[in-house]
């Protein structure tokens, strides 16, 4: 059993900065790979960024690729989302996931097995 709870949410004005954080409880931390995900007002939630166990290996959505980082402190049981030049459109509520099946960051939401309750993160223009 992992739980998440993340953190760091807030407004903040266009083109300004955010980081998201994630902890998680359990020692097996490092032997999940780490997602970040958003719902945005009237959407469905997507897929933002994902980290292997590692970190070593991270990708991206490509509306916020070159803009947001993702990267994991496995001593520490948390994974981030350093995210810079934010725009409006990054309004949503936060969330983390853990994936147990595999070491390689996936995208898809269905193979996630943990989330957090997340965080609300707004933009204004």
């Known amino acids: 059993q992992v739980q998440l709870v993340e953190s760091g949410g807030g407004l903040v004005q266009a083109g300004g900065s955010l980081r998201l954080s994630c902890a998680a409880s359990g020692r097996t931390f490092s032997r999940h790979t780490m997602g970040w995900f958003r719902r945005a007002p009237g959407k469905e939630r997507e897929f933002v960024a994902a980290v292997s166990t590692t970190g070593v290996s991270t990708v991206y959505a490509d509306s916020v690729k070159g803009r947001f980082t993702i990267s994991r402190n496995n001593a520490k049981n948390t994974v981030y989302l350093q995210m810079n030049s934010l725009k409006p459109e990054d309004t949503a509520v936060y969330y983390c996931?853990?994936?147990?099946?595999?070491?390689?960051?996936?995208?898809?939401?269905?193979?996630?097995?943990?989330w957090g309750q997340g965080t609300q993160v707004t933009v204004s223009s």
């Open positions: 996931a853990a994936d147990s099946s595999g070491s390689i960051p996936r995208t898809q939401q269905f193979v996630y097995d943990y």
